[in-house]
């Protein structure tokens, strides 16, 4: 676990800020509009922490941020500070389980499940290509330009890119802020969105409750992280007895085998039944 940083040094690229300062509807309802190029009224108040799970006994999964727009569609806004070379396949699961709650069971009426989009926020570049902005949707191969118009988008975005085709400045000083959360960036922006992010900011990293929140959240986490080192410790002491039983047992059957295969061989028995009667191999009852 990295090192722990005071409230008021935490950017919105770690998850305690990200998800405090986007329960403010407000907020995240800029920050759509910055990354999607256009207008997002929101229907419900964002939930933080919504967890996904199909059944009981399937994968479970935590989204930072889920959030409904005024048409219906969903968005389920993450940051992400390390690269675990899993992203895609993870957003995968993350799409999935969003449209698995979408429709009742037995609704066949497929065309009423809600537009669903999937926006990764990283400090680093996923693709290697330098944008800013990844966006993908199901495509043709053999059809240049034919989409599968499914409602589903992936959206990865990368504060550190290097190559503005395509994108705004807005959106680009808005990833800049992400990763250095200051007054300083946010007024070299001059955009009244992130300016206004930034007062939510301040009211956050000056608030009591909220730091005693951030305090409690990390000790849980390092409780979480205790109690997960203690069961490894235990289970691995586990594995290491019935290993050594295991290998007690074998050690012990083998030498009451050889034990046995000398005796036979005393009383004259060929090496043949004594390897069926012992389980020894011909040559280890020659070496007798």
Known sequence: MEKK??????NLLDRFLFAEAVEDPEILQDMLE?????DVVLKHLPQTEKEGRRAAWSRQIRMD??????????YDTEVQKKNTYNLPRRTRLYNGLIDSKLLESGDIEYNRMNDVYIIMIMPFDLF?????RYTFRMACQEVPGLELDDGATRIFLNTRGTDPAGVSEELIALL????????????HSSSGKILKMQKKIEQIRSSEEIGVKYMNAYEERLLELQEAREEGLKEGREDGLREGLE????EGQKKASKAMAAELKKLG????????VTK???KEIEAL
Do not use: C, H, N
Not at 34 to 38: A, F, H, M, N, V
Not at 65 to 74: G, K, L, Q
Not at 128 to 132: D, E, F
């Open 176 to 187: 800049r802020y992400f990763e250095d959360t200051s007054k300083e960036m946010a007024e």
């Open 65 to 74: 941020v889920w959030a409904m727009d005024e048409d219906e569609a969903i």
């Open 34 to 38: 910055i990354i999607l190029g256009r």
């Open 5 to 10: 940083k005071e409230l008021k040094d935490l």
């Open 128 to 132: 290697g290509l330098g944008l800013y």
């Open 280 to 282: 020894l191999s011909l």
């Open 269 to 276: 028995r060929p090496p043949e039944e004594i390897s069926k």
């Open 247 to 250: 290998k007690g047992l074998q």
